[in-house]
């Protein structure tokens, strides 16, 4: 579950140190068992609690993955065991956080492709209730070298709450090419979320040609 109580507390560290930090503690023992939803909600939650610089747009992307997005800020990447479709696999998360916004991309490789369909719907669930959200806009995700079709392969703008209070949005797409699936995520407070920040983060996407 989201837990932004501390959010605002004063910066002193670099954006990467902290989120790289607040990633980490994803590998404590138990965490194995958590779901995909669980691993996502935690370290987007965390990292907006972290410092906060201004939007530095970047090209980066995950290694070993051929997928590139524009980060406003230098992302950081953890791999995170997780149960997702039923199956237990690692998880990589890819992000960062700026101007009190968080950006970050999942990944997951299922290995089966009659395990893609199930991932994705459970991611699209996930990230409604991870914030007790509901849906402002939908529409069919258009990410070049997709997988074609995929019902829960969208992109959603979302409202919702913080557990402690407080009005969210988050921007949500979510893809598929082959066995693999992708989250890419922004999130913030309403006050500080920026349509233009999340726009440019999610239409960003650069994935290559599948082999």
């Given at each position: 579950m989201l837990n932004l109580e501390s959010a605002q507390r004063p910066c002193g560290r670099s954006t990467p140190r902290v989120f790289a930090r607040a990633l980490a503690r994803?590998?404590?023992?138990?965490?194995?068992?958590?779901?995909?939803?669980?691993?996502?909600?935690?370290?987007?939650?965390t990292a907006l609690a972290a410092c906060s610089p201004a939007l530095d747009w970047r090209q980066a992307g995950p290694q070993g993955?051929?997928?590139?997005?524009?980060?406003?800020?230098?992302?950081?990447?953890?791999?995170q065991p997780v149960m997702?479709?039923?199956?237990?696999?690692?998880?990589?998360?890819?992000?960062c956080e700026a101007a009190h916004m968080t950006f970050a991309l999942a990944h997951a490789d299922l290995g089966q492709p009659a395990l893609v369909a199930p991932?994705?719907?459970?991611?699209r669930r996930d990230a409604v209730s991870n914030i007790r959200g509901r849906v402002l806009s939908q529409q069919a995700a258009q990410i070049r070298h997709a997988s074609t079709p995929q019902p829960d392969a969208v992109e959603l703008d979302l409202a919702g709450?913080?557990?402690?209070?407080?009005?969210?949005r988050e921007h949500v797409v979510l893809f598929a090419q082959g066995t693999q699936v992708?989250?890419?995520?922004?999130?913030?407070?309403?006050?500080d979320y920026r349509k233009d920040a999340a726009h440019t983060f999610a239409s960003?996407?650069?994935l290559g040609a599948a082999p």
């Open positions: 994803l590998r404590r023992p138990g965490a194995a068992r958590a779901a995909a939803g669980t691993l996502l909600g935690a370290v987007l939650a993955v051929d997928i590139l997005l524009q980060y406003p800020c230098k992302p950081q990447s953890v791999t997702l479709a039923g199956k237990r696999l690692d998880m990589s998360m890819t992000g991932a994705l719907a459970e991611l709450q913080a557990p402690g209070g407080g009005a969210l992708f989250q890419a995520t922004v999130l913030a407070r309403d006050s960003s996407v650069q």
